[in-house]
C-alpha cells in the first residue's frame, strides 16, 4: 500500500496510474484531511464491454434499413417523438 498527497498524485498520475496496473496495489491519496484509496478496478463478467462490430455487418443492417420510414410523415414523427421525451419515465423525470 502507498501513500501520498495529493498534490503529488496528481503531478504525477500518468506514472502512478501505470505503476498501479502493474504491481495492482492500493494506492492512498490524502487531501485536506481525508484518504481517498485508489486501487485497479476488476471488470465483472457482465460489464464487460461487447466486441466491436464487424463493419460489413453494420453495413449490412444499414443496406436494409434503408426506406424503413418511406411514407412516414417526418414532422408528425419528430412532433410525437418532443411529447414523448417530456412525460415523465421510470428513473427519469420529464
Given at each position: 500500500m502507498r501513500k501520498m498527497s495529493y498534490e503529488e498524485f496528481a503531478k504525477?498520475?500518468?506514472?502512478?496510474?501505470?505503476?498501479?496496473?502493474?504491481?495492482?496495489?492500493?494506492?492512498?491519496?490524502e487531501k485536506n484531511g481525508k484518504m481517498y484509496s485508489l486501487e485497479l478496478a476488476q471488470p465483472r463478467a457482465h460489464e464487460e464491454l461487447p466486441p466491436f462490430p464487424n463493419p460489413e455487418e453494420v453495413r449490412e443492417a444499414l443496406r436494409k434499413s434503408a426506406g424503413a420510414l418511406r411514407g412516414v410523415d417526418i414532422d408528425q414523427l419528430k412532433a410525437d417523438l418532443r411529447i414523448q421525451r417530456q412525460q415523465d419515465s421510470s428513473g427519469r423525470p420529464g
Open positions: 504525477h498520475l500518468p506514472e502512478v496510474l501505470d505503476e498501479l496496473a502493474r504491481v495492482d496495489e492500493t494506492v492512498l491519496v
